[in-house]
T-cell receptor, first 114, second 116 residues
Framework: AQSVTQLDSHVSVSEGTPVLLRCNYSSSYSPSLFWYVQHPNKGLQLLLKYTSAATLVKGINGFEAEFKKSETSFHLTKPSAHMSDAAEYFCVVSEVGSKYKLTFGKGTLLTVNP | GAGVSQSPRYKVAKRGQDVALRCDPISGHVSLFWYQQALGQGPEFLTYFQNEAQLDKSGLPSDRFFAERPEGSVSTLKIQRTQQEDSAVYLC??????????????FGPGTRLTVL
């Protein structure tokens, strides 16, 4: 069965400093991996997705993630945090054979301090 | 264009009442999904429709939960005889093609259900 583990429930950074949100996955086959962001009172929004093409994936708002099969990781990074990045971030996996069924991690709350 | 909309945004029910939650997907989207998000957790898959056909309902937690999409557009999630453990945010998502594949799922804002 597929699963994801988000290693930090809360990350706090200062505006202008780098962001690193960590995610490890478990999957029997070649997974598809996603990062979603959830702002308060708004719907989940896709940041980026990996689907077995390039291992370094660029997303919206300057975010990117690198798929590392040997480490079973898919960490999310951004070089410089902005106040508007403060939100809940979810790492998500889906598997071959049931790609419609997304399995979410528990989420990481990102706080950006001025 | 318009995104996925859900109504009501907030619902308070007394234990034992029946509730109905509505989802309006993006126009023309074939696939529709329901998820349940408990407080402090990530969303969990409930059920999946391709047009009007419910192809997967493996995530529905009990037979008190029922979902339908009779005309392949609007969907309703119904919960009978609500219990306190049903309190959660219920999210609806839609995607353009069948089975989702690796298509993006577009999420609505959710309905927050509180059962007293």
């Amino acid at each position: 069965a597929q699963s994801v583990t988000q290693l930090d429930s809360h990350v706090s950074v200062s505006e202008g400093t780098p962001v690193l949100l960590r995610c490890n996955y478990s999957s029997s086959y070649s997974p598809s991996l996603f990062w979603y962001v959830q702002h308060p009172n708004k719907g989940l929004q896709l940041l980026l997705k990996y689907t077995s093409a390039a291992t370094l994936v660029k997303g919206i708002n300057g975010f990117e993630a690198e798929f590392k099969k040997s480490e079973t990781s898919f960490h999310l990074t951004k070089p410089s945090a902005h106040m508007s990045d403060a939100a809940e971030y979810f790492c998500v996996v889906s598997e071959v054979g049931s790609k419609y069924k997304l399995t979410f991690g528990k989420g990481t709350l990102l706080t950006v301090n001025p | 264009g318009a995104g996925v909309s859900q109504s009501p945004r907030y619902k308070v029910a007394k234990r034992g009442q029946d509730v109905a939650l509505r989802c309006d997907p993006i126009s023309g989207h074939v696939s529709l999904f329901w998820y349940q998000q408990a407080l402090g957790q990530g969303p969990e898959f409930l059920t999946y429709f391709q047009n009007e056909a419910q192809l997967d309902k493996s995530g529905l937690p009990s037979d008190r939960f029922f979902a339908e999409r009779p005309e392949g557009s609007v969907s309703t999630l119904k919960i009978q005889r609500t219990q306190q453990e049903d309190s959660a945010v219920y999210l609806c998502a839609s995607s353009p093609r069948d089975r989702g594949l690796t298509d993006t799922q577009y999420f609505g804002p959710g309905t927050r259900l509180t059962v007293l």
